[in-house]
């Protein structure tokens, strides 16, 4: 039986053709579950903080059938109060790199001048994904790996 979440979601597939909504996988695609969908913050109350379906990698519902394990919620206690220094970088953030601070306090600077504290827990082909550290609470955030201009963890 398709998880719907809660949704009233109808399908009807003469009105899509060939028997499947746009934009979801085939049937039986990803072992029959979604992982990681609907993403943190979803429900319960909360205020959502995540991006749409379909950015970057493929967990915490990025697209609703990627892969990945969803692994637990944002850091227990706040960001360490200082700001690193920015080391240059001679070269575009790649995802090996910074898939080293997964679970880790990491200081995000972005190519528009906007920096931050992050706890990155995916990290996917283009992008990144985890809590930023907003407003004195950490918010379900992601954004795409040419966004960053350079990045520390501690």
Do not use: K
Request: glycine fraction near 20%; aromatic fraction near 20%; include cysteine.
């Amino acid at each position: 039986m398709p998880l719907n979440y809660g949704y009233d979601m109808p399908f009807i597939p003469s009105r899509f053709g060939g028997g499947q909504q746009p934009g979801f996988p085939p049937p039986g695609f990803g072992g029959g579950q979604q992982p990681g969908f609907p993403p943190p913050g979803f429900g319960g109350g909360q205020q959502p903080g995540f991006l749409p379906p379909g950015f970057g990698g493929g967990q915490q519902g990025f697209p609703p059938f990627g892969g990945g394990q969803q692994q637990g919620g944002p850091p227990s206690s706040p960001p360490p109060s200082y700001t690193p220094q920015e080391s240059a970088s001679l070269f575009a953030v790649d995802p090996g790199a910074i898939r080293g601070c997964l679970y880790r306090f990491t200081f995000i600077w972005l190519n528009n001048g906007s920096s931050f504290w992050f706890y990155p827990t995916f990290v996917g082909r283009d992008s990144v994904a985890g809590y930023r550290w907003r407003n004195f609470r950490w918010v379900y955030y992601g954004t795409d790996l040419r966004r960053i201009r350079s990045f520390r963890c501690s």
